[in-house]
């Protein structure tokens, strides 16, 4: 099994989260994050002011899977999410030792 963590940018999620569903991935957890990269953040106009935001606003997505569907799982993160532009966004892999679903106690690959 493998934990996907998947940073991208606010405006492209709902196109992500579809892209996902078309392939039966429902399975995820989101989260609003704040951080920075290459980017290092922009200047804003607020109220007059120029104010430089160095932590931008990106949506964190993790979704445990099994093995033989993390190529699939990225290619369509990364299709869905692509702009071309810096601040695109990021996806780690990560392997998972064990899941266990509470509501059952199924324990490993039965309980993703």
């Known amino acids: 099994m493998k934990k996907i963590e998947a940073i991208i940018r606010t405006n492209e999620f709902l196109a992500v989260k579809n892209a996902l569903y078309a392939i039966e991935v429902h399975g995820m957890t989101v989260s609003e994050v704040h951080g920075c ?13 120029e104010v430089y935001v160095d932590l931008l606003r990106k949506m964190k997505l ?23 532009m810096v601040g695109d966004g990021k996806i780690f892999v990560m392997p998972v030792e064990q899941v266990i679903r509470i509501r059952t106690g199924e324990r490993g690959e039965a309980a993703v």
């Open 62 to 84: 993790e979704i445990v899977c099994h093995d033989e569907t993390v190529e699939d799982i990225i290619r369509v993160i990364c299709q869905a999410a692509h702009t071309g």
């Open 37 to 49: 990269g290459k980017q290092k953040g922009k200047k804003e106009i607020y109220r007059g002011a």
